[in-house]
């Protein structure tokens, strides 16, 4: 599964990702809700598509990502709202325009996806407000000696947005991290930083804290600190050489990363917020999704396994091995840390 648990209040949502299980069968589900504390299923949702990343939740409204737009589902019916199609039909290498995690700030919706587009949405009936289209790689653009991919080319955005201070924060695989005008859709800048072009040269999806946009990047493991106004460097940290390109994790004092020297040599870094200095560092191995905090401990997801680190020290405190390898990140929430495998199990641990 590429869907994270979702966690509101006493219910654990998943998204339904999974094909039908028979020939001519009609399983249309989008989410299932569950009781976080007893896993028992409380009802289900039915769509049209399915869901490809985690949904974001506010007033009693989810919106999930779809693989062919935004639906919106209300949790008091337990029944869909509205469902925004984007350019119906409209594909590359097979794939539809399908979007990435939204993020709900001030009753709009922010969602890039697929096809190199960043909407704003209306969050209450779903009408489109702005498009922001990507600049993408040119044609003649080479990578690694061979014409630049089309998922780079047209500009795919990637991971979730961020949204802070009236700017939508996005990366993107034509190597760019966009800030843009939250009410217009205006560019406000945009950073790109690589070379040469190639598959590891592209920003992380964004975290931004006390007006720092933080992202990573695979090309040099490095770890990146850009001032949210105006897009200048603050600091870089690239000590180590690799990176899988994961989101950083930040608290008021450090951003948690992890970098390497290969991808079988990874490492959990803690990282002054305000400096960019290494705190301290911990052998984590395979490629992993993460991290996230909370006040004792740092915890990342390493194919299958859940790494319980101390956040001071990056100490190991303990670890869980699911039933299967995963490919989405863990979440928290009332002291206890929900994940799900590739298999389609759920699991809550506390």
Not at 69 to 96: C, K, M, N, R
Not at 117 to 126: E, F, K, P, Q, R
Not at 332 to 349: E, K, P, Q, W
Request: proline share 5%; glycine share 10%.
């Amino acid at each position: 599964m590429h869907t994270s648990a979702l966690i509101v209040n006493d219910t654990v949502y998943i998204g339904d990702e999974s094909p039908p299980r028979r020939q001519g069968d009609d399983d249309d589900t989008t989410m299932i809700a569950i009781d976080a504390a007893t896993g028992t299923e409380r009802w289900r949702v039915a769509g049209a598509g399915k869901p490809v990343r985690t949904p974001t939740v506010t007033n009693d409204m989810m919106y999930v990502p779809m693989d062919n737009g935004i639906q919106a589902i209300d949790l008091v019916a337990q029944a869909p709202d509205w469902h925004t199609t984007f350019v119906e039909g409209q594909e590359y290498d097979g794939d539809s325009e399908w979007a990435e995690v939204p993020a709900v700030v001030g009753g709009t919706v922010y969602a890039g996806t697929h096809l190199g587009t960043l909407y704003a949405i209306d969050a209450a009936t779903g009408t489109v407000e702005w498009e922001f289209t990507a600049e993408g790689l040119p044609e003649e653009q080479l990578m690694d000696e061979e014409p630049v991919p089309e998922v780079r080319r047209i500009g795919q955005f990637d991971g979730p947005v961020a949204v802070a201070d009236g700017i939508v924060y996005a990366a993107n695989w034509d190597s760019r991290l966009y800030a843009v005008d939250a009410a217009t859709g205006e560019k406000v800048w945009s950073t790109f930083r690589y070379s040469p072009i190639d598959w590891t040269s592209r920003p992380s999806p964004p975290a931004v804290y006390d007006g720092t946009v933080y992202t990573s990047t695979r090309q040099s493991g490095a770890v990146i600190a850009l001032d949210a106004q105006t897009g200048e460097q603050e600091w870089v940290f690239d000590e180590l050489g690799y990176s899988e390109g994961v989101s950083p994790a930040v608290t008021d004092t450090s951003v948690y990363a992890s970098a390497g020297t290969s991808s079988e040599q990874m490492f959990l870094v803690a990282l002054d917020r305000a400096t960019g200095r290494q705190r301290w560092q911990t052998w984590i191995g395979l490629p992993s999704r993460g991290p996230i905090v909370d006040e004792q401990n740092v915890y990342i997801e390493q194919l299958g396994t859940l790494l319980a680190c101390g956040r001071r020290s990056g100490t190991e405190q303990w670890w869980f091995r699911m039933h299967a390898d995963s490919w989405a990140s863990p979440s928290l929430a009332n002291g206890s840390i929900y994940t799900t495998d590739d298999r389609g199990h759920v699991y809550g641990i506390w």
